[in-house]
């Protein structure tokens, strides 16, 4: 093996202090090395024959392990270094599943959003003020990687939601001064810790919802309202006004044991997988995405509040996409009016495009998310090591806030504002997207939707100059605004899984 020289080894010193023979230095380092004076000068590396691939790749390795640990030796040291900027001691974060609900009235939905009062910014801003989230960590809510199980639009509500994310916990009164932070309708019930790898959003098995359903919008259908549809042009189609009296009368309906039968029935016929292609919006939508799997829909006896009667529909299902809770309502709503053959459910569940409306989202609110197999999967961990996630503890202190907070303001709403009358006159005196309401059970041709057809919309949802975009828009989402459907908020997930 030839020796260096002291004229090389001095090349050898330049190039150490030199960036751009950083290599030189690394290789001349290795005893399988070997170059000319000219060579070294001009920052050349010669390698020996004896020198292969392998070496080259473990040696690399080695280098890559080191710069690793001195960053982590570097971080350790500047995490021990005070931060002039920093008020506050660094406390141990935990990640936990926080347990919560809401009353989603005068809110624009669950998620942040800019420039939006939502449900999940006033949390976060609890969080902070409560100490379970640290002034370094108060200005982006990814730093403690919160993250919801479902996502609720516009003023729907929620008795159980999860919230994930990395809290500060050490303080016993925690959930109590996040709830001192909070307005009376957000309520935080309790946390459970959880792996570091939970994902409230993909941990959750299901979902169940309710739609509470005042029992009047099921009579038969208004004979001034039919007549309106039928003799006066649809351009200049109004919805009349609906006195006290009108309304009062309205309430005193009480659903037939046979009507009551009837809507069990046809809530039953989702139970299973089906396509929901015609429950959901048209963009994205395909025979691969839109199937989901329900596993109920239970209609509960009727109930008499406030001289109205009501019942409670209660769905559960792996995951629902935009719209569909509402729509799945909405067309029970028409065939019970009609009481239209069931067999009309099965053809809703082809590959044919109908337009389906949506009922008021006023009625919906989330129940609970479920984590079935997250709490079957973390029973079988070390014990202490993490907690089943469900609100069985907090079921007394729940049904009392969803009394007070969701189910008065549902009632007090359409009390005040006889939303689903509206929604109901809305489909009567504009019925030519239904055509399918119909005796035989059947869809026509004329309920079909045609991709790119602009449809009419009605003209008391347009404002000026709008009307070619919202009837374009309308075509494309196969359902008319939101305004159209009588409803004042938005749905209750994403357009996928949720």
């Known amino acids: 093996m030839p020796e260096v020289s002291s004229e090389q080894t001095s090349i050898m010193d330049q190039g150490t202090s030199n960036s751009n023979n950083t290599a030189t230095a690394d290789m001349l380092s290795s005893e399988a090395t070997t ?15 004896g020198q292969t691939s392998k070496d080259r790749r473990e040696f690399a390795r080695k280098k890559f392990k080191e710069r690793n640990l001195e960053m982590k ?13 920093r008020t506050e001691a660094r406390l141990p974060k935990r990640k936990v599943a926080l347990l919560m609900g809401f009353c989603g009235t005068g809110y624009q939905g669950m998620q942040t959003n800019p420039n939006a009062r939502t449900i999940e910014s006033e949390l976060f801003k609890a969080l902070v003020s409560a100490g379970a989230v640290s002034a370094d960590n108060a200005t982006d809510q990814s730093k403690v990687q919160l993250q919801r199980a479902a996502r609720t639009d516009k003023g729907v509500h929620a008795a159980g939601q999860v919230v994930a994310l990395k809290m500060i916990v050490e303080d016993p009164e925690i959930v109590a001064k996040i709830n001192a932070s909070l307005p009376d309708q957000i309520r935080v019930w309790g946390y459970v810790r959880v792996i570091r790898s939970f994902n409230a959003k993909t941990a959750c098995g299901s979902r169940i919802y309710e739609y509470l359903l005042p029992t009047y919008v099921l009579a038969e259908p208004n004979k001034a309202n039919v007549e309106i549809a039928r003799t006066v042009p649809f351009h200049e189609r109004r919805l009349p006004e609906t006195s006290a009296e009108e309304m009062e009368q309205l309430r005193s309906y009480r659903i037939s044991p046979e009507m009551l039968q009837y809507v069990r029935d046809a809530f039953a016929k989702y139970k299973g997988t089906h396509d929901y292609r015609n429950f959901t919006v048209t963009r994205g939508c395909t025979e691969v995405n839109s199937k989901r799997h329900i596993y109920y829909f239970d209609v509960s006896d009727p109930m008499i509040i406030d001289g109205g009667e009501w019942v409670s529909l209660k769905v559960k299902g792996m995951s629902f996409m935009m719209h569909q809770i509402r729509k799945m309502v909405g067309l029970i709503i028409m065939m019970a009016k009609e009481r239209v053959p069931l067999k009309l459910i099965d053809e809703m569940f082809g590959s044919v495009r109908v337009n389906v409306p949506k009922a008021p989202g006023l009625g919906l609110l989330l129940e609970q998310p479920v984590f079935d197999g997250y709490n ?11 907690n089943p996630v469900h609100f069985d503890d907090y079921k007394d202190v729940i049904e009392k806030f969803k009394q007070k907070f969701i189910y008065d303001a549902i009632r007090e709403t359409e009390a005040a504002d006889a939303v689903f009358n509206e929604w109901v006159k809305s489909n009567e005196i504009f019925p030519e997207d239904y055509s399918y309401i119909n005796a035989e059970g059947v869809i026509p041709e004329s309920a079909i939707i045609v991709p790119g057809q602009v449809r009419r919309i009605p003209p008391i949802f347009l404002k000026p100059g709008d009307d070619a975009a919202a009837a374009t828009a309308a075509a494309e989402e196969g359902g008319l605004p939101d305004e159209a459907a009588g409803a004042s908020s938005d749905d209750e997930v994403d357009t996928k899984d949720d």
């Open 35 to 49: 170059i000319s004076p000219k060579d070294a000068q001009n920052g050349a590396v010669k390698r020996n024959r």
């Open 376 to 386: 079957q999967r973390a029973a079988n961990l070390k014990q202490g090591a993490t």
């Open 73 to 85: 030796q570097s971080d350790k040291e500047a995490q021990r270094q005070p931060n002039p900027e």
